[in-house]
């Protein structure tokens, strides 16, 4: 074989093994960043179901709290605060889910 033989045969071969080379690179880089950010979605998303169990919980206690501040009025016969301090407090709950919902896209009614 004379040297432009083997530069020829070197090229035919070489050249196709670098593109598909490249070629499964690019297809290795491609899936790696779909997967962070797939990744960095379920993150959040978790955080943000994180967050709203946490406030379901809060706005449980608050009803629980006004329920037995309710109970207590009406067994005593009148209010002397409670009632209205436990108001309060599940009115406040009660509009931060409304704008952690509201923050989070979920169109319900609170």
Not at 69 to 86: I, S
Not at 87 to 104: M, N
Request: aromatic share 6%; net charge neutral.
């Amino acid at each position: 074989m004379e040297g432009a033989e083997v530069w020829q045969l070197l090229l035919a071969v070489g050249l196709p093994t670098a593109i598909v080379s490249g070629l499964v690179g690019m297809l290795f880089w491609r899936l790696k960043r779909w997967e962070t950010k797939r990744q960095e979605n379920q993150e959040k998303k978790d955080a943000e179901r994180r967050e709203l169990e946490l406030l379901q919980i809060r706005g449980t206690l608050a009803a629980m709290s006004l329920g037995e501040a309710t109970a207590t009025a009406l067994k005593n016969g009148h209010a002397n605060g409670e009632t209205e301090r436990a108001l309060a407090y599940e009115t406040q709950v009660k509009h931060e889910i409304r704008d952690f919902l509201a923050k989070s896209g979920v169109n319900h009614t609170v």
